[in-house]
């Protein structure tokens, strides 16, 4: 897709990965929303790329559907849905204090895994009822998994279960909304230089880095950005999941 005055979405995008996605898609000439359950550095992160910023809690069906609601009344329907929202939330399935509480499991899974889903869904509502443009196209969603989907560490079950499902729903979502046109792929980065891993002391910072094969250094936002504008205009790249992560392949603990 052209993506000069198309209209996309954004969900986390008041911070680190959504936040340079919105900045390099505003930059292509995009109308951004940026949807954050963090309002005002939703609201922030959009008035630095000339976007709006909408409240959004992306598991929960009825402040989604205001918010894509809003978003659709402010620039349009989107032609691109891009889910960057998420928890890395750690813990171990028997701790100190026993059985992991299954409301800190589903918590995960409610944000990580059905988050994207719901944002899919209302997303695709949309774009299906658009004119189709260069080879029938009508839109363009991509998700945010992780490589713990395939080498979860110790502590991270249900993250990990989380963005496997979000690699799981990947090419059934593609081959359904094939027929409209709408493309569906998932990204799944290494470690990245954002917020998460900025809170950690230097020395954790450098041993992360220095288990990354090449090149030995976090991911940068801007790569992961530059990235998903390549599948935004690359209309061959469908159905699958992308690893963004210099060879790092993560060891058990
Ligand atoms: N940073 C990394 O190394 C890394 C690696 C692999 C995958 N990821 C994934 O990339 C995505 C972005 O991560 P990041 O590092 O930029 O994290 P981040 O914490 O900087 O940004 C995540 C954003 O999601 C928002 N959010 C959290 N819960 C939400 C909810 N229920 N509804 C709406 N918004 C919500 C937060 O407010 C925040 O702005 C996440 O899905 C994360 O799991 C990150």
Same mark, same amino acid.
């Given at each position: 897709?052209?993506?000069?005055?198309?209209?996309?979405?954004?969900?986390?995008?008041? #911070?680190?990965?959504?936040?340079?996605?919105?900045?390099?898609l505003?930059?292509a000439g995009?109308?951004?929303?940026?949807?954050?359950?963090?309002?005002?550095?939703?609201?922030? #992160?959009?008035?630095?790329?000339?976007?709006?910023?909408?409240?959004?809690?992306v598991?929960?069906?009825?402040?989604?559907?205001?918010?894509?609601?809003?978003?659709?009344?402010?620039h349009?329907?989107?032609?691109?849905?891009?889910?960057?929202?998420?928890?890395g939330?750690?813990?171990?399935?028997?701790?100190?204090?026993?059985?992991?509480?299954?409301?800190?499991?589903?918590?995960?899974?409610?944000?990580?895994?059905?988050?994207?889903?719901?944002?899919?869904?209302?997303?695709?509502?949309n774009?299906v009822q658009?004119?189709?443009?260069?080879d029938?196209?009508?839109?363009?969603?991509?998700?945010?998994?992780?490589i713990?989907?395939?080498?979860?560490?110790?502590?991270q079950?249900?993250y990990?279960?989380?963005?496997?499902?979000?690699?799981?729903?990947?090419?059934?979502?593609?081959r359904?909304?094939?027929?409209?046109?709408?493309?569906?792929?998932?990204?799944?980065?290494?470690l990245f230089?954002?917020?998460?891993?900025?809170?950690?002391?230097?020395?954790?910072?450098?041993?992360? #880095?220095?288990?990354?094969?090449?090149?030995?250094?976090?991911?940068?936002?801007?790569e992961?950005?530059s990235?998903?504008e390549?599948?935004?205009?690359?209309?061959?790249?469908?159905?699958?999941?992308?690893?963004?992560?210099?060879?790092?392949?993560m060891?058990?603990?």
């Amino acid at each position: 897709m052209h993506l000069q005055g198309l209209a996309a979405i954004v969900t986390g995008g008041a #911070s680190g990965l959504g936040a340079a996605t919105a900045q390099r898609l505003a930059g292509a000439g995009c109308r951004v929303a940026v949807l954050d359950i963090n309002e005002a550095a939703a609201v922030e #992160s959009a008035q630095r790329i000339g976007g709006i910023g909408i409240a959004c809690d992306v598991g929960d069906a009825a402040s989604a559907e205001a918010a894509v609601t809003k978003a659709r009344d402010a620039h349009g329907p989107a032609r691109i849905l891009v889910n960057c929202a998420g928890v890395g939330t750690a813990g171990r399935i028997v701790g100190r204090d026993g059985p992991m509480p299954l409301a800190a499991f589903a918590r995960v899974i409610r944000i990580n895994l059905i988050g994207s889903f719901n944002l899919l869904r209302l997303a695709a509502a949309n774009m299906v009822q658009l004119d189709p443009l260069e080879d029938g196209e009508r839109g363009v969603i991509v998700n945010t998994a992780s490589i713990a989907a395939y080498e979860g560490q110790v502590g991270q079950p249900a993250y990990a279960a989380s963005k496997a499902g979000v690699i799981g729903m990947t090419l059934p979502a593609a081959r359904e909304l094939a027929r409209a046109g709408v493309r569906v792929v998932t990204i799944a980065p290494g470690l990245f230089h954002t917020p998460m891993v900025e809170a950690l002391p230097p020395e954790v910072q450098q041993g992360l #880095s220095n288990s990354i094969p090449f090149p030995q250094r976090l991911g940068l936002p801007a790569e992961y950005a530059s990235l998903v504008e390549h599948i935004a205009t690359n209309r061959f790249i469908n159905g699958e999941t992308i690893r963004l992560d210099g060879a790092l392949r993560m060891a058990p603990r």
